[in-house]
Each structure stands twice: as structure tokens, then as C-alpha cells.
């Protein structure tokens, strides 16, 4: 059976801004809150996500920036012509490490959680083999169509957590917000940096941007795109601080979790909803998991020109499986997911800063594609 092929090849500004959004809410919407509240005091912790959504925001503008002028042009294409080709292959290596890290070690985590909450039964190993055939499965198809994906699942994603939200609000006791701003200038920062490798997947405007077609109000869309995973991690921060407080929210290993099973629905249409709503997050998880597999393609054949799409994602997959069923205790897990995410994260940044840098000595400011 051969897969779907879409008429066109580019993308919408619509689908890249939801795109932003669709890869950066994955795991960190269920940990966030905790890895918060372990380093800032009562709700003090909103200040460390807005810092940060701020920084990477104007961050990913400067990338979005080098990206649009080279219109028409992939990632590896405007590298090689800032930097030379032998740099851009150094460059480009350390992003396919990067990401296959980062995916694999996320396969081990979304395995362990998805095993802890709906499956008690199956093995890890099976559970993450057929996440990532699910996901080698939608990747080896149209590239158009997981721009499209996301634009579905979306919505139903946000409704969800929204109805968390809603759903909750007889638990919620104010008092856990006071006193505000308790937290000292060292416990803000360790909230920022606890906080930046939640943002790692807006790099994809480094190698995304080529696809859209004629991006005229880009920006704008890359703005709104990053607010919404920041309005969610606000939301479910607060959230998680009215019900448990921040000693107890700082506890848990999944407070976000933990906070949809007080959830109980008038009429008892879901006995649940916790289960319901871990559901919908693998959607979100599916949606990063599937990007982050895409740009490992799109870097890995931008190397090797002549390589085959399927090929090399059937070469990485069992790389990808071995690396993610590695860690077998969840806190190990969570310690290299963190330590991946925030080198990922400062990496994209320090070569982000290092092009802008780059083209406006060579003074580039349009390049016509050939």
C-alpha cells in the first residue's frame, strides 16, 4: 500500500504556527509544574515561564530572521553558504545526535508513563516499539501531512487540558499563590533553567521555514505560535498550585496527572478521567515525536544526498528503540531527558545567534534562491 501524496509540497503560515506549539507541548506539559516548584517558592514560579517564554520567543524570531532570507532555502543550504560546507556538516551532525537522543530517551519516558497509568500489564519494551512504528509509520509519509495532523490534534489537545482547567476549580484554595514574590534572583534563575528545555522543538524554524509558502506575516504567527504552549504551561502551573500547593506540587512526579484524577464530571460520563486525559496527551506526544523524527530525515539526507527517506528512518529506528529502553529507572530518565533537552536548547540558541551574527557582517539580508 502506498501512502497518500498531497498536491502541494509547501505549507500554510497557519500549519507552521501550529507546528510551534504541536512539538513543544510533549512531556513537559505533566513535569513542568514540579520541576518548577522545586526551586521557587508558593506560585512565584509563573515568573520563570514568562522569562523564558520571552527570551526563547525573541530568540526564535532571530532564527526565523535568518531563515526568510534565504528564501526557498533548507537549512544545510544557507549553513554551508554562511559558514562553508565542511562547518555546516559539523553543525548539522551534532543536531542529528541531538535529536535522535532527545526522541529516544522521549520514547522511554512516554513507555514508562504510559505503562505506570493505562497498561500495568505490558512491558515497557512493547509499548515503545509500537509508539515508534506509529510514529515511523506517519513520518514516512507526507511531510505536508504531519503539518496537518498537527492542525487536528491540536484544538482537541487544548479543549482537554482546558476542561482539566475548568473541572478542578472547587479544589482550588487561593491561599497556596500567597505570599507573592518570596522566591530570591538564584531561585528564579534555576526556574528559567528548568523551565528552557520545555521550548527546545521552536528550532524548528531553522529548518521548517523553506516550506512555507510566501511567508509574508511569519512573524507574527511564530509569536502567537509560542505563546500557546506558554499559556498552557501557565495554566496547568497554577492549576497544579491551587490544588496541591508548592511543597506537595514540587513531590510529585507527574502533578499534572495527579490533578485530573480529582476531577469528577456531574453525571459520571467518565469514571477516569485521568486515563482520558493521559490519552490525549500521547496525542501531543505523537505530534513532537513525529517532528523530531522529520528533522533527523531532513538533516540526515541533507548530508547524504542520495539517500532514501524510509531507508534511513528503518536504519535509525533501531538506534532510536535501543537508546529509549536504556534507562530503566525513572529518575535516571528524567535526569538525561533534562540534560539532553537543555544542551539541545543552548545549542539551537548558540548557532541561531552565531548565523544572525554571521550574515550581517557578511551584510546578507536576501538571498535569491537559485
Known amino acids: 500500500m502506498h501512502p497518500f501524496r498531497y498536491s502541494d509540497k509547501h505549507i500554510s503560515e497557519n500549519e507552521f504556527m501550529f507546528a510551534l506549539p504541536a512539538i513543544i507541548i510533549g512531556i513537559s506539559v505533566l513535569t513542568i509544574p514540579a520541576q518548577i516548584a522545586k526551586v521557587t517558592s508558593f506560585s512565584d514560579g509563573w515568573i520563570s515561564i514568562l522569562i523564558t517564554s520571552i527570551l526563547v520567543t525573541l530568540i526564535s524570531l532571530i532564527g526565523l530572521k535568518v531563515a526568510m532570507a534565504f528564501p526557498n532555502k533548507p537549512f544545510f543550504d544557507y549553513t554551508s553558504f554562511l559558514v562553508t560546507k ?10 542529528i545526535f ?25 512491558p515497557m519494551e512493547v509499548i515503545g516499539l509500537i509508539f515508534l512504528l ?36 472547587k479544589w482550588y484554595e487561593l491561599q497556596n499563590f500567597l505570599p507573592l514574590f518570596q522566591t530570591d534572583m538564584k531561585g528564579y534563575l534555576n526556574g528559567i533553567n528548568n523551565t528552557i ?24 504567527k511564530v509569536i502567537i505560535g509560542m505563546g500557546i504552549p506558554t499559556i498552557v504551561y501557565l ?18 512526579v507527574f502533578p499534572t496527572i495527579e490533578s485530573a484524577k480529582r476531577i469528577d464530571i456531574p453525571g459520571a460520563i467518565f469514571e477516569r478521567v485521568d486515563a482520558f486525559v493521559f490519552t ?6 505523537f505530534n513532537t515525536a513525529t517532528m523530531i523524527l522529520d528533522i533527523i530525515v531532513i538533516l540526515f539526507c541533507s548530508i547524504f544526498k542520495k539517500a532514501n527517506k524510509e ?14 529502553m536504556f534507562p530503566q529507572e525513572i529518575n535516571l530518565a528524567f535526569k538525561i531527558s533534562s540534560i539532553i ?22 551584510g546578507v539580508s536576501h538571498h535569491e534562491s537559485s
Open 86 to 95: 565542511p562547518i555546516a556538516y559539523i553543525i548539522i551532525s551534532i543536531f
Open 341 to 362: 533537552s537543555q544542551f539541545h536548547l543552548y545549542y539551537v540558541c548558540f548557532i541561531i545567534l552565531t548565523l544572525f551574527i554571521i550574515m550581517k557582517i557578511r
Open 235 to 252: 495554566g496547568v502551573f497554577f492549576m497544579c498550585i491551587a490544588i496541591f500547593g508548592n511543597q506537595v506540587t514540587g513531590n510529585l
Open 280 to 285: 490525549i496527551w500521547i496525542m501531543s506526544f
Open 197 to 220: 528545555g520545555a521550548y527546545g522543538g521552536f528550532s524548528i524554524v531553522l529548518f521548517y521555514t523553506f516550506l512555507v509558502y510566501k511567508p509574508k506575516n511569519l512573524s507574527k
Open 98 to 122: 541531538s535529536f535522535i537522543a532527545f526522541l529516544s530517551y522521549l520514547v522511554g519516558l512516554v513507555s514508562f508513563v504510559t505503562q505506570r497509568y493505562l497498561f500495568i500489564q505490558t
Open 311 to 324: 531507508i534511513v528512518i528503518f536504519i535509525l529506528a533501531p538506534l532510536i528503540f535501543y537508546l529509549g
Open 134 to 169: 506509529v510514529v515511523i509509520y506517519a513520518v514516512s509519509g507526507s511531510r505536508v501531512g504531519l503539518f496537518r495532523l498537527n492542525m487536528l490534534f491540536l484544538p482537541i489537545i487544548l479543549f482537554v487540558f482546558i476542561i482539566v482547567v475548568i473541572f478542578n476549580f
